[in-house]
């Protein structure tokens, strides 16, 4: 997009990060740092809107046009201004209690409209900054300051609500795993419309160890798979295992073990309309299937903000009002 | 029950259309003020549909009505009782049977006066107009539906479809009897029908016959001739609140250079402003029809930091869950116009009816100490120049303002005269004045107080700005006692500043007397022609209307002090009465207050006003 | 439930019907009353709470309890009486606007807990009581008083968005279609857990025609195929066409060509949990595909208003602090 | 710098613990004042969080501190300023720097008085004392690092985890210097850390050590005696005003013998409310977690509906949200408790500071003329007593109830008699008395002018109610110009009608003084301290502290209209002094107005009201 480059440090607000020690936001954020970097966006050009809770700080750390907003609320005002001035690059950092739980529906409907966001989702299954009530991706029974008895609610799937809302953009990484991080984010800047990266985030205070099964390299290889755009489902310290489908259900498979070859291992497509096997994908999880991380659903659709600036575009090419002049000269009115 | 027929020469005449919600009383109405805002008469109307929901064909609850005022001069409200009543049917007549002025003339279709359309209307008797006792009135019966079938008889219509036209029968013939020209009300209908060539027919035809049909028979009522006035000349329209409040956004974003946006949820009766503006994009405005109202709000928060003139318009129910969002704007300190059509209430209420109860919401509806700028337009046509002053203060003083208007003047139209956009003060966005380097986002002009509106895009003025207290130059977050104090105090005296920039209250009528009026917002038209009645009839008074809310203007102390008696007119509870209270000490308010869904009365306010004095 | 039985005029309240002539919104009345008799519950133990539209004025004609609240918040109120008392019958009738716009929040978050009420969604695409303008249901490119150039949003698809949320229960029917309609609710009652019933309806003023394709019973057996609980999905005037797969996606075949037979046709079961297939009969949409009716997805999950109940139970039976005394007598405290 | 030591009688005495946000320092404080409530002192306490987010250990930004004043009798608030400060590191003694009365004790851990500690701390200098300019204080540095760590030498816990207990020493080396009894220490660590035996035994251990140092090193500084305290015998607790909200509700719904409902979203400084009550499963208490503020609301009104005591707690930002439902449960007439626990605002504003800045929005935010009851506790303990009859006037008046608590004083504690239930009134459901085919929905009690709430499974009063405006008996649906005046009327005279029930306003002080002040809410405890003090050094003054705000007590213009000068003390910019301007006319209100988030002290109002007397 630009001829200048970017280092990190360009990204980086002279703000005291505050955040807990150990606190999986400081991975996010220099994922972004590197982030946008590669996409290449000035910091002019670039706006970061955030809501309230742990992660909504980040807006402070980016030397960019910032905005912390109001709790639940930051879709829809990055959506105000993603419509005011079309050319910015407008990211949103909200939290799982901040864009499921009180902004909800400003989230399903910009997944909706298709507005060309980037939001990434800081999902640490808690409330951090009100200090530990269960939020709407909590795990079932888990015990938290409002949950004393374990909660009784049914946690959302994040990526089945954005593909529910017509998302077109889906992809998950771990807080720690910030080469993957970076990928996604890249990948969600590229891709026209709303794009969601949910990291999986590690709150060290009140809900350590949510993740602990993906938080190591190691781990990560037993019990992850990285999806790549056009290549073979295959996962596993040696890529020795892969994915296939069992009727409408995935299986993972060892490759070479039964007469099967890689060619009867899925091809990783993020870009088909058709959201079965993404959510397919997404909806995997441990202990015998890996955990999907990396771009899950990457699909073009037109973006809300283009298409109102066709319309714009249309009906000025078919109008000869052009000013408030004109409008008054376009209305019946008389002499007096 | 009738008198002689003759011709009246009037001042000043109301009329009042009423029928069916689908017998086109609105259309009829409107036609009927534009003709004679063209004859060169001064004119007001007022709509008064139904509740929200349509109600069965021929009941109270269907009725819709229109009423116009026109005269010569000095017609400041859409009348209070009717000269000339235009019933579609019997559940109209028994609607309006209280708004028709003694010795007024009542036309109606007796065709629709039959058993089953006085059963619908809950008569008990064949005779409606004994059995609302109604007397002292000219009753003039014409078989509307059935000359109007008549009149399109051989036409492709079929009986049901000419029927939908029998308004136009009746505007003919209201048109013959005021005086009408039936030419100019042809033209209206050919731009009106222009892709309906049938139906422009058939409404042509229809109009036609009903002018003639008067002119004719020559029925046995009075007929009226209206002076014309003597008001500039110039080119005018007829505009309605809703349109002229769109209007002034659009010619206050062109003079500021700005693009216009508008975020905003449907509601009645602010719904036409989304409307008006989501059709011109022409001119390039952005409407986002949102998914409810804080989304309305926040897109338009958004847009006003992306650089934007930003707006969201709602009414009273809207504005409550638009509160935390609005105390946003104050702390962040944005340029916003949230135009609030009140409507009655409180939740839900009555929707579909004027009341000016939101103003306590306006003032104070947000968390904290969270000041901001509260305006409110008065009549239809100057709600162009107050949503031009509501962007011009919002811009200029980077704050979020509230601009109040209501459902009676958002739907009534007035007559107004194009203005030309050289004749508006400027508009200019105050950016930054010194280096991205010098500057720091809560930096102010020291004369408004206003920090700088710099967005996104601009090379070199990065910056963050949230809603926690920050500090009071850096703009970083602050908890420091002292700096919430400050800033507690800069963003209260930033709208008091506003003040100087807003033009002083004056007063209307006798400056002298010791009895004042005081009112504010749509009002002023009832107020001001009821001062008009007392002083014609040699009792001395005064109003004090107000536009400008918070701030109030700087000499409201000063010009209320003059004053013994005090009587703070309002369509609530006495919201301005207690807010003035609150802010005016040592002056003594008595109040006026009328909460029914309702204008005022030009009388019952000079009743009023009579007792006291 | 009960050994009384109930007439629809028990149901009836005294009020005066005041939508448009012509509205849908007539037929769905008349089927929650014929539904309510075949529920059995008495008319003092169902509440039917409702939003603001012109749908939401229905609870004014049932002679039920009855609360019209306010826009959206429907789903919340509805909640909020279901968990203070679950031996209530709660209903909501809510409008597209009222649920999926302003409301959307709440509907998805009762869905996640699934809470048991019955949720009757009147889907006109369009918002009839503000007079026209497109809703998050309108066809993308629908002109309306807030759209003059057409819609450039793109439309929920109500089923998938209930998906997505973790919905158990969701079936369609169309106004004209009493008799669906009355087996829709009866089932939605029967159902435990949030039970969305969509009605297509049809706005006779401001988006008339919406359903033609399907307002008449020829034209419903020629676009719509009604799911039946464990019975094959045969359609078509004489039960000749069938719903086949191919691949992941459904076809319509004629049963007897081809060689195929009624055993190749699909059979019908709502109660799966995994939601692909009835994501993908909901989807459905002609020419190709008939329209599916009927109850498309019931699946059987703990209630949110069950689990506190039980939670509540599990608590008590194992504290000894029964009463504020108890309370305080529980905390530490001391003599002075 | 230092004094001789000597041992102190006092009556009373301020101790501050200051650390990092990681030291344990509301542990600490809270255990301390609970010995010495048990041992028969009057105490309050305030704890002074850092913002939401978690600084970076030993910065400015991380210090936690909290207060305890205790005494022998009337404690009102907890303290200006401190007579001991403990200080874990440098930052928390920068932070505390003007807490520190004159000739006060400042203890320190001087393990972590180093050159990390004083550039995290942002010192220039490696003398912080000198640097902050300290003077007139005694300086006790004691290594509570290092001897926690030989404390615990030899234990299973690694040096880290050791570190993390030195506020045990602190604590065991303050109970010496104040003589509290350190056995009754050890067993509240023993209910507290009954699952992690590891951990008690190490803070016992630790606790006992820091006890014993001080008494065998006689460290030279002044010890104190504190009087016991002669209030009424009876069984104590130390209560914070958020449980105490909590008991309250839960006292009441079971006089009124209804099932208690709370939905509620988290937000500083209310979630507490919410945690007690979803802990209290065993009474049957229905707690909902909802997605948002107004679903919170909206499942409590829904509740409320379905007949039970419904509550949604809440603090400003939160409040504006629930606005629009609000104007439902007033247009709907249900009862309904509203806590908001007010913060240092507008928008997002000071989460953890407190302010009484809500109250306008309180009365006013919300659309149409809908007026409900306003009320506010005004220490941690009545919090109680005003939870209840929050409830009682819900019910009884069938009306929305909003409670005003603040981050003071609902995180503050107090001393409190663990009440008995019979001394309260009963509360009683206002339930139809006629049959239900004579029943109507808005059929009202003439007294209260309440009408009856019957809810669903009660056989035969099936009913609907709404938003809409609805007819004054049977609650169908009405545009009725009339019968909607009417309807304001009466929901107004309703909420009036509250004032019968509730205690007329009393004057504290000098009735017989000319000068008065006036205050509601928290700023109780430090404005009768100040009142105290200015008695006491033979000025005459009086207070009269307000509880109920709307209605007003029915004497309130009585007994405002004896004093010529009036002062109105807020901890915002005046909106109590404006309300009562606009409710009390001829009376002059003059302000004292205080926005930093922060309690008055009583001090500062001692030294104001001096100058103006
Ligand atoms: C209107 C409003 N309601 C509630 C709050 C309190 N609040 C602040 S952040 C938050 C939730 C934090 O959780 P999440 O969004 O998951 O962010 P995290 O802190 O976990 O990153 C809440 C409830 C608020 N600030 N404003
Ligand atoms: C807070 C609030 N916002 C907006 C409105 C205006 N309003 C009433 S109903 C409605 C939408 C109606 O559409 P829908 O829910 O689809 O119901 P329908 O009339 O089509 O049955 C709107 C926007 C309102 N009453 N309250
Ligand atoms: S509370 Fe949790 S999410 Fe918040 S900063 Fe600390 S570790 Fe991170
Ligand atoms: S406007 Fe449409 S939805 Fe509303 S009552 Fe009329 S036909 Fe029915
Ligand atoms: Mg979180
Ligand atoms: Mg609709």
Redesign the interface.
Known sequence: MSVISYTPQDFK?D?YVRWCPGCGNFAILNAIYKALVEVGV??????V?SG?GCSSRL??Y?????????HG?AT??????????P??SVWQFTGDGDCLAIGG??FI?ALRRNIDINIVLHNNEIYGLTKGQFSPTSPKGLITKSSPFGTIERPFKPAELIFGAGGTFFARTVDVDIPTSVEAMVAAAKHRGTSVVEVLQNCVIFNDGAYKTISTKELRVENTILLKQGEPMLFGKNQEKGLVLDGFNLKAVMVGQNGITENDVLIHDATTPDFFLHQRLAAMSGPDLPIAMGVIRNVSEPTYDEE?VN??HE??SH?S?????D??NS?????? | MTKSNKIIELEQVVIRFSGDSGDGMQLTGTLFS?LS??L?NEISTFPDYP???????G?L?GVSGFQVHLGAQKIMTPGDKADVLVVMNPAALKVNVHEIKPGGVIIYDEDTFNTTGFQKAGFETENPFVELGLKDVQLLSVPLTEMTKLSLEGSTFDSKAAGRSKNMFALGLVCWLFNRPIDKAQE?LM?KFSKKPEVLRANIKVLVDGYHYGNNIHLAVSTYRIGK?N???????SINGNKAVA?GL??AA?KAGL?L?L?S????PA?DI??EL???????V??????????GI???????????L?VTST???G???K???I??A???ELPLVIVDV?R??????????T?Q??L??A????????PLVVMAASTPDNCFDYAYMAAKIAIEHVTPVILLTDGFIANGTALWK??S?NDFPSIEPPRAIVDASEWKPYLRDPEKLNRYWM???????????????KHCITG??S?D??N??KM?DV??MKVEKVADFIPPLTIYGDEESDTLLVGWGSTYGHLRSAVDELRESGKKIALAHFNYILPLPRNTHEVLSHYSKIIVCEL??GQFA??L???I??V??QQYN?????PFEVEELVVYVSTIL
């Open positions: 607000s703000q000035s910091p002019a050009q670039t706006a809107i309230i807006s402070y980016m030397n960019t046009y910032g905005f912390h907003t109001i609320r829809a005002i990055a959506t105000g201004v993603k419509v005011a001035n050319a910015l529906n400003h409907h109102l319309q714009i009906v000025q109008s009002v052009k000013t408030f002049e409008l008054l209305i019946e009115s008389w002499e007096i | 534009n805002a063209i060169g509740a929200e929901i349509r109600a069965p064909h009941t609850d209206f731009k006035s008001i500039e000349k110039g080119r005018y329209t209007y659009i010619a062109q693009q946006f975020g949820y449907p509601i009645t719904s989304m409307h989501a059709a011109r994009k022409d001119l390039g952005r409407v986002i029809q949102s998914e409810d109202e804080i989304a926040s897109t338009a928060i958004g847009a006003s930091f992306a650089g934007n930003a009414s009273g129910p504005l409550a869950l509160s935390e969002a105390g946003l104050v702390m962040a009140q009655g209430g409180p939740s839900t209420g009555l929707p579909t009816k009341e109860a939101d306590l919401q003032l104070y509806g947000r968390n904290g100490e969270s194009l203005p956009l967005m996104p895009g601009t090379e070199g003025f990065m910056h963050r700005i949230g809603g926690l207290e970083e977050i908890t006692p002292v919430h104090q507690v963003r209260r609530n509870g207690s807010y209270r609150s802010q000490q040592g003594t308010f009328k909460v029914q869904g309702q």
